[in-house]
């Protein structure tokens, strides 16, 4: 290769890399929640001691969110997942509905969720099912618009694999957010449950900064909403729709009411969150 084009191949290196810089700063600047809501990870082995090993019921099923002892404001093994410092934090408490315990979510203005470290491999449990109640709709969230991207409720998965087989522009983007948000590394690829306002359910929303993260709705408009709703998903197929590949090992899951691009208020609810196998 000539001089010449070895230059054209740095500049476009470098014109590629400052475009991606600008993207992981817009992002973790705090005027998106675009990626886990802004470059945070969902590891919270500082806080959480590690992995925190899955409760089983009788049925053998994984127990994610199970009734708490009452000097707990979480679930066992659940953490304050932060993410970003200058954002203003959802409310979450802990609370049961009969038999069973649920977490309070009210945003206001606000981003911030609950995550909890796993290590599974998502083939020996592929199906997650889990339950949630919203009391109203965010009126102004579009999970279209990178400006807009607020829900009232979301089940989120992170997943792990080899960044090193990631196109250049994905690998540009996971080192700048791991310099701007400390060190902290972002998963391989996040797969996220979410109610949206628009879009039909099984639409697959694609994340407008990184091919890393993907969107798929549940649950649409307005009905459902003020009521308890179930949900039953296979998560390797969900991944394999999504990213059109297998899934690596499961190494977290979260909730996360959000409302900082809207600047709304909403309440939620989350019930039980489990695990099974096929």
């Known amino acids: 290769m000539s ?14 890399g400052a475009s991606v810089s600008r993207a992981v700063k817009r992002l973790c600047g705090g005027l998106i929640v675009a990626v886990l809501g802004g470059c945070a990870s969902l ?3 500082e806080e959480s ?4 090993p899955l409760l089983t019921d009788s049925n053998g099923a994984s127990l994610i969110l199970t009734r708490t002892p009452t000097d707990r404001t979480y679930p066992a093994g659940w953490e304050p997942w932060i993410l970003h410092p200058a954002k203003k934090r959802t409310r979450y408490a802990r609370g049961t509905v009969g038999d069973e315990a ?5 945003a206001d203005s606000a981003a911030s969720g609950l995550a909890r470290p796993l290590a599974l491999d998502p083939l020996s449990a592929p199906v997650i099912e889990w ?20 829900s009232p409720v979301r089940i989120v998965l992170a997943f792990d694999g080899d960044k090193r087989s990631l196109p250049m522009r994905d690998q540009l983007f996971f080192e700048q957010a791991r310099f701007l948000s400390g060190g902290r590394e972002m998963p391989y690829a996040t797969l996220m449950y979410i109610w949206e306002n628009r879009q039909p359910v099984n639409t697959v ?7 890393r993260v993907r969107k798929i709705v549940v ?21 394999r729709q999504a990213f059109g590949q297998d899934p690596g090992q499961l190494i977290g899951v979260a ?10 208020k909403v309440s939620s609810q989350y019930g039980k969150i489990r695990l099974l196998p096929r």
Do not use: F, M
């Not at 001691?49 to 925190?52: H, T, W, Y």
């Not at 339950?131 to 607020?150: M, P, Q």
């Not at 408009?221 to 009521?227: A, E, K, P, R, Y």
């Not at 909730?255 to 709304?264: A, G, H, R, S």
């Open 205 to 211: 929303l694609h994340n407008p900064h990184t091919g």
């Open 102 to 106: 649920v977490i309070r979510a009210h």
């Open 3 to 16: 001089h010449s084009n070895n230059t054209l191949a740095l500049r476009s290196r470098s014109v590629e």
């Open 43 to 45: 590891s919270t082995t």
């Open 255 to 264: 909730i996360l009411t959000d409302t900082d691009n809207t600047k709304e």
């Open 131 to 150: 339950r949630w109640r919203v009391d109203s709709l965010i009126k102004g969230a579009d999970n279209t618009d990178r400006y807009a991207e607020d």
């Open 219 to 239: 649950a649409s408009g307005d009905s459902g909403v003020g009521t308890w709703q179930q949900y039953r998903r296979n998560i390797v197929d969900d991944y």
């Open 49 to 52: 001691g590690g992995a925190s």
